[in-house]
């Protein structure tokens, strides 16, 4: 199992990002995913859930309204749709399989003016 997170940056309040992450090595349409992030001296944080086909969500209280996720099953990709940034979203992001205890390496977003 490989997931690869790509697509973070340095933005200024109020922009957006979108992540994404590729998995390989297992079906992927066929599993449940996730976002997680960890800021600094935090613990970390699930962000977002997304079902195998896509139609169930779930988000962390801190980005409800702001985040959405998706997936692509013909890419093996799932994204994270990132608006209204904060300062207090600055973390690592990272890209979690559950059914398979597997880490993408993680990506950082970073919101600064």
């Known amino acids: 199992v490989q997931l690869v997170e790509s697509g973070g940056g340095l933005v200024q309040p109020g922009e957006s990002l979108r992540l994404s992450c590729t998995a390989s090595?297992?079906?992927?349409?066929?599993?449940?995913m996730s976002w997680y992030r960890r800021a600094p001296g935090k613990q970390r944080e699930l962000v977002a859930v997304i079902s195998d086909a896509g139609t169930g969500r779930n988000y962390g209280d801190s980005v409800k309204g702001r985040f959405t996720v998706s997936r692509d099953n013909t890419k093996n990709t799932m994204y994270l749709q990132m608006n209204s940034l904060k300062p207090e979203d600055t973390a690592m992001y990272y890209c979690?399989?559950?059914?398979?205890?597997?880490w993408g390496q993680g990506t950082q977003v970073t919101v600064s003016s």
């Open positions: 090595g297992f079906h992927f349409s066929r599993y449940s």
């Open positions: 979690f399989a559950p059914n398979f205890n597997s």
